[in-house]
């Protein structure tokens, strides 16, 4: 009877010491909710969530895509920082983790701990490492480096989930959008240039999935969520990402999603979150900046992701959104010319008519890739770049503090 007692108290206290670590790393799970009506919404606990979020990659003037923001002496998140929360920033995207984990850590805690920020933590799954997704050695390292990611920071309380990719549909099939295209001997053995790109995208998403597995098993307490671009291929992902939470989407459509929400429903039938919109901030055609027409679509836009939120009128199945962007990238229209990169370039790189202002543009070029920024940079003769906050700031400052 003794050693019955004795068990007993001492699986009571395995269990208490349970609860309270859990309670000192005091990460309330993070998951979804799903009505009887297929309504779905994001809780950190008992509380719901929508994400009002930016993408964040605050490179300097004078430096490029390398620029490791996490190790910055200057600590910009925290100038950042002091703005979003003003503004009514609750989330960051951002695209990978830096190349210190302490300090990865401590801009976490930062955000989280001084503005109530929560990050959304990235993971490129090698997309730049001359990528293979079908090769079994390029996988498994992939897959060990995300794996390693989550472990380090899955008890780091502005956790709020995990992103896998970035747009990777876009090496799937030849064309003038593809980036790093990967393929097999049997992939190029078919006729058909539909089935390669299926055939692609069924490895591809095969493995994203294969991923997410793997992390709940290690972290049950954040979803796990895939990053398309548009809602191309998506067909297949629905059938072989059963271990995906959310779906997420950069939508670039102009002023409005149009058939967006009620497509993503229809075919993956899960919550989705946009992890990129917005619109550049230079007329092309006047040849000006014109912030007047970037809050305008930007407006338009999160309040159709409102809409089609838990709590709106709309489909129903939007987690929220992250806009593209935070500041300014100079780097962005000839990444290999390094005197450009100090730079603010007013050229055109690409076309879309979805942002009719300027299409008219000389051939109809009218993106401007350096001038996606809700705040503006401007040079400063010592330290961190001068941000100033553009009329989309304060547009979604008023529509993210009500």
């Not at 620029?67 to 503004?87: C, E, N, Q, T």
């Not at 039938?269 to 990129?276: C, D, M, S």
């Not at 109809?364 to 001068?386: F, P, Q, T, V, Y």
């Amino acid at each position: 009877m003794k050693k019955l007692f004795i068990t007993i108290i001492s699986v009571i206290l395995l269990v208490i010491l349970g609860y309270i670590m859990l309670s000192n790393a005091g990460i309330p799970k993070v998951y979804i909710k799903k009505s009887e009506s297929n309504r779905f919404q994001l809780m950190i606990g008992d509380k719901p969530y929508v994400v009002k979020g930016v993408v964040y990659s605050p490179v300097p003037i004078g430096g490029n895509h390398k620029y490791d923001f996490w190790s910055d002496p200057a600590k910009p998140h925290i100038y950042d920082g002091k703005l979003m929360k003003v503004m009514g920033v609750n989330t960051i995207r951002v695209y990978q983790p830096g190349e210190s984990e302490d300090v990865t850590k401590k801009v976490i805690k930062d955000l989280y701990g001084k503005f109530g920020i929560r990050t959304v933590m990235g993971h490129w799954l090698g997309f730049w490492d001359d990528p293979n997704y079908a090769d079994a050695a390029f996988r498994e390292k992939v897959k060990k480096d995300v794996l390693s990611m989550v472990e380090t920071y899955k008890n780091e309380k502005g956790i709020l989930c995990w992103i896998l990719g970035n747009e990777n549909n876009v090496s799937f099939s030849y064309g003038p959008q593809t980036i790093n295209l990967w393929t097999t001997t049997e992939i190029e053995n078919m006729n058909d240039p539909y089935l390669k790109r299926q055939a692609r995208a069924r490895i591809y998403y095969s493995f994203v999935n294969e991923v997410a597995k793997e992390i709940h098993k290690i972290d049950p307490n954040h979803p796990v969520l895939l990053a398309n671009a548009e809602l191309t291929d998506i067909d297949v992902a629905g059938e072989v990402t059963p271990d995906i939470d959310i779906l997420g989407c950069s939508i670039y459509r102009g002023k409005a999603f149009g058939s967006f929400f009620r497509e993503a429903d229809r075919k993956f039938k899960k919550p989705v979150l946009i992890t990129e919109f917005g619109c550049d901030r230079y007329n092309a055609f006047l040849d000006e900046e014109d912030e007047g027409i970037q809050a305008e679509f930007i407006e338009a836009e999160w309040k159709e992701i409102e809409k089609n939120t838990f709590s709106g009128n709309g489909v129903g199945n939007c987690l929220g959104g992250f806009v593209f962007e935070w500041t300014d990238e100079w780097w962005k229209f000839n990444e290999t010319y390094e005197y450009g990169w100090r730079i603010h370039d007013i050229a055109s790189s690409w076309s879309n008519g979805a942002y009719y202002f300027d299409i008219k543009a000389p051939q109809n070029l009218n993106i401007n890739e350096e001038w996606w920024g809700i705040c503006s940079l401007i040079k400063s003769k010592a330290g961190l770049d001068e941000r100033k906050p553009t009329k989309a700031y304060f547009v979604l400052k008023e529509l993210w503090k009500r």
